[in-house]
T-cell receptor, first 111, second 115 residues
């Protein structure tokens, strides 16, 4: 069964820092990997989707990379801002029709 | 605006009183799904639907029902709610499924408390 792990579980950084969030998965036979953002009291917002044939995707200050062979993905956030404070989740499709989610990294960016 | 809409957003009710959480999407997506999110357990799929009149169980379907009579709507039904169904529920949709390289769109969530 596909298992997804995110490290660290929580992270606090001062504004302006560049940071990396990690995601690992046990079964490398994935179609894609998706990064989401979850704000308190809100739903999940899709940030980036990396297809299995891709190595990375970029959107603004966000860059996600994928290394299928090692079962890892990273989400790089450049020049962090207090508005980036949220929980970040990664997810991969399982063998059925669901997404397997990690438990998330709770990020706090302090002014 | 493309969106997935859930109602209600918050509900406190009592054991055994049937309830329905509605979910509607305006993107003409074929695939819709329900998840619950619990502390320490993360997000787990309850049911999904690949098309109208086609539904199937996810990882935690016990105590829930769904229906897909129209493409845009996918209600979650709790016939006899129990306290262990207290959770945060999310509806999601995408064009074809989880492996079609299209992003999943989520609703804002329904916080359900069963007393």
């Amino acid at each position: 069964k596909q298992e997804v792990t995110q490290i660290p579980a929580a992270l606090s950084v001062p504004e302006g820092e560049n940071l990396v969030l990690n995601c690992s998965f046990t079964d490398s036979a994935i179609y894609n990997l998706q990064w989401f953002r979850q704000d308190p009291g809100k739903g999940l917002t899709s940030l980036l989707l990396i297809q299995s044939s891709q190595r990375e995707q970029t959107s603004g200050r966000l860059n996600a990379s994928l290394d299928k062979s090692s079962g890892r993905s990273t989400l790089y956030i450049a020049a962090s801002q207090p508005g980036d404070s949220a929980t970040y989740l990664c997810a991969v499709p399982n063998s059925g029709y669901a997404l397997n989610f990690g438990k998330g990294t709770s990020l706090l960016v302090t002014p | 605006e493309a969106q997935v809409t859930q109602n209600p957003r918050y509900l406190i009710t009592v054991t055994g009183k049937k309830l329905t959480v509605t979910c509607s999407q305006n993107m003409n997506h074929e695939y819709m799904s329900w998840y619950r999110q619990d502390p320490g357990l993360g997000l787990r799929q309850i049911y999904y639907s690949m098309n109208v009149e086609v539904t199937d169980k996810g990882d935690v379907p016990e105590g829930y029902k769904v229906s897909r009579k129209e493409k845009r709507n996918f209600p979650l039904i709790l016939e006899s709610p129990s306290p262990n169904q207290t959770s945060l529920y999310f509806c999601a949709s995408s064009l074809w499924g989880t492996s079609d390289n299209q992003p999943q769109h989520f609703g804002d969530g329904t916080r359900l408390s069963i007393l």
